[in-house]
Nanobody, 112 residues
């Protein structure tokens, strides 16, 4: 398995924005599915967004219209642009691939 590295988390006020990055040590060109998950304290890990190698995307209802997932195969990086953030978006965010690779997570905290 490959260790992915997330970055870009931090603390922001509600309605603010953050962009998360997930860097892979090698090419992601052939990785069919890449995903962002999040886990809030006391809650189960939930799927936030996914993107196929074709560019097709899918989002959890709670983030539709606010979050955008993208991938840059040339940079071996997955992104999550998060706009109009809400306190309920506070969680540790993880990237994941269909090969079972995970990152260590990056904390996102949204204050009212």
């Amino acid at each position: 398995q490959v260790q992915l590295v997330e970055s870009g988390g931090g603390q922001v006020q509600a309605v603010g924005s953050l962009r998360l990055s997930c860097a892979a040590p090698g090419s992601i060109f052939s990785i069919h599915v890449m995903r962002w998950y999040r886990q809030a304290p006391g809650k189960e890990r939930e799927l936030v967004a996914m993107i196929l190698s074709s560019g097709v995307t899918n989002y959890a209802d709670s983030v539709k219209g606010r979050f955008t997932i993208s991938r840059d195969n040339a940079k071996n990086t997955l992104y999550l642009q998060m706009n109009s953030l809400k306190p309920e978006d506070t969680a540790v965010y993880y990237c994941n691939t269909c090969n079972g690779d995970w990152g260590q997570g990056t904390q996102v905290t949204v204050s009212p």
